[in-house]
């Protein structure tokens, strides 16, 4: 059974037109100016800070359609984050995040398994065949390993 009470934090650049319930709420900016205290506080609770049970990430970069500069943009964003995430999520927390395939993606999954429990890479069938993107999946945040 769900938790009662949870919210849903967003961020986009661009502004989201739909109407969402009153516990979803979307801050309109760039992820690298996204301050930790906004995002606790927007998921607080009986007017108390609040961490984060998933941290869940489908950005991609604007393209330029060169391949190593898209993958350097992909990974800088998955960069954000995972910093971003070992601010805001709760111990046992999870992570998920969408990354260009590139040769830094194990070494950005080896960063991650220093702070979670278990990772992975996944590919969901719905992906397109010739998309090079790929999830990273982290569970079990430990912030102290």
């Given at each position: 059974?769900?938790?009662?009470?949870?919210?849903?934090?967003?961020?986009?650049?661009?502004?989201?037109?739909?109407?969402?319930?009153?516990?979803?709420?979307?801050?309109?900016q760039d992820v690298?100016?996204?301050?930790?205290?906004?995002?606790?506080?927007?998921?607080?609770?009986?007017?108390?800070?609040?961490?984060?049970?998933?941290?869940?990430?489908?950005?991609?970069?604007?393209?330029?359609?060169?391949?190593?500069?898209?993958?350097?943009?992909s990974l800088q964003?998955?960069?954000?984050?995972?910093?971003?995430?070992?601010?805001?999520?709760?111990?046992?927390?999870?992570?998920?995040?969408?990354?260009?395939?590139?040769?830094?993606?194990?070494?950005?999954?080896?960063?991650?398994?220093?702070?979670?429990?278990?990772?992975?890479?996944?590919?969901?069938?719905?992906?397109?065949?010739?998309?090079?993107?790929?999830?990273?999946?982290?569970?079990?945040?430990?912030?102290?390993?």
């Amino acid at each position: 059974q769900p938790q009662r009470g949870g919210c849903a934090v967003g961020v986009d650049l661009k502004c989201v037109t739909l109407d969402l319930k009153s516990h979803v709420h979307v801050l309109q900016q760039d992820v690298f100016d996204v301050h930790v205290q906004t995002l606790l506080l927007l998921g607080q609770k009986n007017e108390k800070p609040r961490f984060f049970d998933v941290v869940l990430s489908d950005m991609a970069p604007n393209t330029c359609g060169v391949k190593l500069v898209d993958q350097q943009r992909s990974l800088q964003l998955c960069e954000r984050v995972l910093q971003l995430a070992c601010e805001v999520l709760r111990r046992g927390g999870s992570l998920c995040v969408k990354i260009f395939e590139s040769e830094d993606v194990q070494d950005y999954c080896n960063r991650c398994k220093a702070l979670f429990q278990r990772v992975s890479v996944q590919r969901p069938q719905a992906i397109r065949s010739h998309s090079k993107e790929v999830y990273v999946v982290a569970i079990g945040f430990e912030p102290s390993r």
